[in-house]
């Protein structure tokens, strides 16, 4: 019997230095990591840390209990105002999930009859160095959140208020229509969290999916990669009230209601589950899902028009010159050294010129897109870019000092569209233009990471790869061009139509059957450790047991 007592004595020790270890201890979705106190506490010391321009300075209310803080922007002209700071132990990066969830208030005002907003923003993460000149000069503009008022406008924000490129429908402006806009509570409030994955963010108000953003991949996470929560006013009087604010472990927003506009998932054909030759995508305008949305990239005037059977669009720019771009990504086709493409597509232009983008380096925006820029039409100029860019390349025919090239024999059809393609092996893109003989002629050969310039300068390298997109480049005012069937094909359809450059696949070799040796270090050597343990003891109980 004392044997026994022995052992389970032993056992209860195991379990208790099982418990001491943390081997259960770890957080689970929807456990709170920290309960935001705005009066600050160990972990949370809320201050103002940046004021530019103008000259006001900010007043901050907090209730007894620190759950409710209400900030205003006093001063008689706009400004930069921050207040907050980083949430200490905490950092963003993949395999981290987090949720930070509040209610919301951001003041409105009547402007002669229609409500009209004073606009805040809500970030969440901060830089290491929180040093005020630091903080003044650059940390501010590794900022991410939320910008606008949930009623009036809104949109994706960095930095001192600047409009993200959302991933879905935002593009960067406003969103001003109603149907996307919130409804506040009786006491101006709506809910707001912010779920942050690895690096990407989503928005939700009021349970409502807003946008999300990669913008810790463009290069923030290095810089601002702790978690913290911090509010940014801008207009004289602009006041936002944040309360109950709480930080959990992964993402707790449940059964969230999706816009019309959003569909989850991208109707784009598996990559390595297909042939030279098979249809990976069909350009869709009418879509803004995960997939692909086309969407402005400019805050610039211009207007698109989709016609109903959605392979087709008009772009213009109704404003003065400048650049001006429309399109997307298409998620899913990542473009490496050994990925093969081929996109084609119409074009129809105006009086001047217009871009195809076709590709874009990975993790920036369509404005720094790969494209070529002419009018498509017999007898004249077009050139190659890289954004808004004339670059050096391989060009078939001789090339004048302004970067563009003069085609002589280029067809367009009874509508007047032109027929282009574009092959795509690696990084190399080979551009060909149907002409007036039925045949496919080679343009140019572009190096897609050389972003030398006509004149010699470069622009900057890209060593991050690139994804393929389907977009488009304006810059004159008045300028109008029109788009339609445009598509993706695995391969060299052109160049390789029988896929000889494919690579050579190798039969791997046969899985063995023998069981991996479970590892031995850290928690895992002690889990085992234990279980061993434990079913030695238990052995030896049911042993007792037996001689007795």
């Known amino acids: 019997m004392k044997k026994i007592l022995s052992a389970i004595l032993s056992l209860t020790m195991i379990l208790a230095l099982v418990a001491a270890m943390g081997i259960s201890a770890s957080a689970k979705d929807g456990d709170v990591l920290y309960e935001v106190n705005f009066k600050g506490d160990d972990k949370y010391a809320p201050a103002d840390f940046c004021v530019l321009k103008g000259d006001g300075t900010l007043a901050t209310t907090v209730s007894d209990d620190g759950k409710s803080a209400t900030i205003t922007y006093v001063g008689t002209a706009a400004g930069r105002a921050f207040w907050g700071g980083a949430i200490k132990g905490f950092t963003y990066g993949e395999g981290k999930q987090y949720t930070i969830a509040m209610k919301m208030a951001i003041a409105t005002y009547d402007n002669n009859g229609t409500l009209a907003s004073n606009n805040a923003g809500v970030f969440i993460n901060m830089p290491e160095n929180t040093e005020a000149q630091y903080l003044l000069d650059l940390g501010y503009k590794s900022l991410v959140g939320y910008y606008g008022c949930p009623n009036v406008r809104h949109v994706m924000s960095y930095g001192a208020g600047g409009k993200a490129i959302g991933t879905l429908y935002y593009g960067d402006a406003y969103v001003t229509d109603a149907k996307y806009l919130s409804t506040v509570d009786a006491e101006g409030f709506v809910d707001i969290a912010f779920v942050v994955d690895g690096a990407n963010v989503k928005v939700f108000i009021n349970n409502v999916y807003i946008d999300e953003y990669d913008a810790f991949n463009t290069g923030l996470l290095d810089v601002a990669g702790n978690l913290g929560l911090s509010v940014y006013l801008y207009n004289p009087n602009a006041a936002i009230t944040l ?163 003069l085609v002589s024999d280029i067809a367009n059809d009874a509508d007047g569209y032109a027929s282009f393609r574009v092959e795509m092996h690696g990084y190399t893109a080979t551009v060909y233009y149907l002409n007036t003989e039925g045949q496919w002629v080679k343009y140019n050969v572009i190096d897609m990471t050389n972003t030398t310039k006509i004149d010699g300068s470069v622009t900057y390298p890209h060593e991050t790869g690139f994804q393929v997109c389907v977009g488009f480049y304006l810059y004159n005012k008045g300028m109008s061009a029109e788009y339609k069937d445009i598509n993706i094909y695995k391969g060299l359809i052109i160049s390789d139509p029988e896929g000889k450059l494919d690579p050579v696949v190798t039969e791997p070799a046969p899985e063995t059957t023998e069981p991996e040796t479970p590892p031995t270090t850290g928690d895992s050597a002690l889990v085992f450790a234990v279980i061993a343990a434990i079913s030695v003891l238990g052995v030896a109980v049911v042993a007792k047991r037996k001689e007795n």
Request: proline share 4%.
């Open 243 to 405: 309360k109950d604010a709480v930080v959990y472990e992964g993402n707790t927003v449940k059964n969230p209601t999706y816009p019309d506009y959003y569909v989850e998932g991208a109707s784009v054909t598996n990559y390595e589950t297909a042939k030279t030759g098979d249809l990976l995508f069909t350009a869709d305008f009418s879509r803004n899902d995960t997939g692909f949305s086309a969407r402005p990239v400019s805050s610039n005037a211009n207007k698109y028009t989709i016609t109903e059977d959605k392979g087709y669009v008009k772009f213009e720019n109704i404003g003065g010159d400048a650049a001006l771009y429309y399109g997307g990504i298409v998620e899913g086709l990542e473009i490496t050294p050994e990925t093969r493409y081929t996109t084609e597509w119409k074009v129809k232009t105006g009086a001047k010129n217009s871009g195809l983008c076709f590709a874009v380096p990975t993790l920036h925006p369509l404005n720094n897109s790969i494209n070529v820029y002419g009018q498509f039409i017999a007898g004249k100029k077009f050139a190659s870019q890289h954004g808004a860019n004339k670059i050096t390349n391989d060009i078939v025919s001789e090339i004048g000092s302004d970067g563009y090239v």
